[in-house]
Each structure stands twice: as structure tokens, then as C-alpha cells.
């Protein structure tokens, strides 16, 4: 494939090329919560990551080839991060929005199938936020990052005004 004529060139095209690809795949075949990838989920990674490495920098294996490669990928991350935040619209297609999984200690099963997530994932994510079970939730979300968010009924008790840090300030009378 000989795109640019130049050789570097070709490298920094397929490095954003594989990206743009490999974002827009996990968009299409669904989000999970990647902060706690399941065995399935990291081998999954390892292998995208094996597969498409020689695509990327085009059996150039120097170091130049490498950290181009690399730069075009910082380069394309900082890009597409600017984009979302420039341009809201742009970030919502890309990431979606989010779908709330619980409601008032219902687990709404048609939302888990849109969301591709297991009951079992759920009522993990909920016992790891120190909730016992899902009917003592309020709401639980699938965050667009792929976390999910668990507010509770004890969490009004447990919250209060005060933070860490920070005083209460109240209006007096």
C-alpha cells in the first residue's frame, strides 16, 4: 500500500487508520465496563492489540517506525479528546449515552440487554459500591466511560453536607 510514496508517512496514516478503526469496532460491538475487564475481555484486548501492530507500523520494526507510530496515536488520542470536548454532539455519538440499569431497587432487564451486561455484573457493581442488594438501590447507571454508578437508599444517610475538607456554610436567619 503505497498511499503517501513516503515510507513514515504510510506509518503515521495506518497508526490513526487502526485507532479510528479500532474505536468505531468497540462503539459497534458494545461497551463494557472497562475499568474491571473480565479474562474474556483482557485476552480480547492482548490479541487486537497483537493483530493489528504489524498494520500499524507496516513490518517497519526500528525504533523510528515505532515511536512514529506512537506519536500518531498521542496524536489522533489528543485529537478525538478535543473533539468531545469542543463539540459535545460529537462525543455523545461517539460514546452514546449513558443507561440507567436500576430504578428504585428494580433492575430493569430490558436496559441490561440493550446494555449487553449480565444481572450478575450489575449486583456485583452494586455490592462493590457497599450496597447489600439492588433493592436498596435508588439508581444504578451505565456511565458512557463504561462504570457503573450505584446511589442507594443509605447513601443519603451516609452522605451529609459536609466533604472532606470543606465546611458547611448556612445562611442564618
Known amino acids: 500500500m503505497n498511499i503517501f510514496g513516503n515510507h513514515y508517512l504510510q506509518i503515521i496514516f495506518s497508526a490513526i487508520a487502526v485507532y479510528v478503526f479500532l474505536i468505531l469496532a468497540i462503539r459497534l460491538f458494545g461497551k463494557k465496563e472497562l475499568s474491571q ?3 474474556f475481555d483482557l485476552v480480547f484486548i492482548l490479541l487486537i492489540s497483537n493483530a493489528v501492530q504489524n498494520a500499524m507500523v507496516l513490518g517497519d520494526n526500528s525504533l523510528i517506525g515505532g515511536l512514529l507510530a506512537a506519536l500518531a496515536l498521542f496524536a489522533i488520542n489528543y485529537a478525538m479528546k478535543y473533539l468531545q470536548y469542543s463539540f459535545p454532539g460529537f462525543g455523545k455519538a461517539l460514546q452514546g449515552d449513558p443507561v440507567m ?20 455484573e450489575v449486583l456485583e457493581a452494586i455490592r462493590e459500591h457497599g450496597v447489600p442488594s439492588e433493592k436498596e438501590v435508588d439508581i444504578a447507571i451505565l456511565e458512557v ?7 442507594s437508599k443509605s447513601y443519603s444517610a451516609k452522605s451529609s453536607h459536609r466533604h472532606k475538607g470543606h465546611k458547611v456554610v448556612r445562611k442564618e436567619n
Open 101 to 120: 440499569l436500576v430504578y428504585q431497587g428494580e433492575i430493569l432487564e430490558s436496559h441490561l440487554k440493550l446494555a449487553k451486561i449480565t444481572r450478575d
Open 145 to 151: 466511560d463504561g462504570n457503573i454508578s450505584v446511589l
Open 37 to 39: 475487564l473480565s479474562v
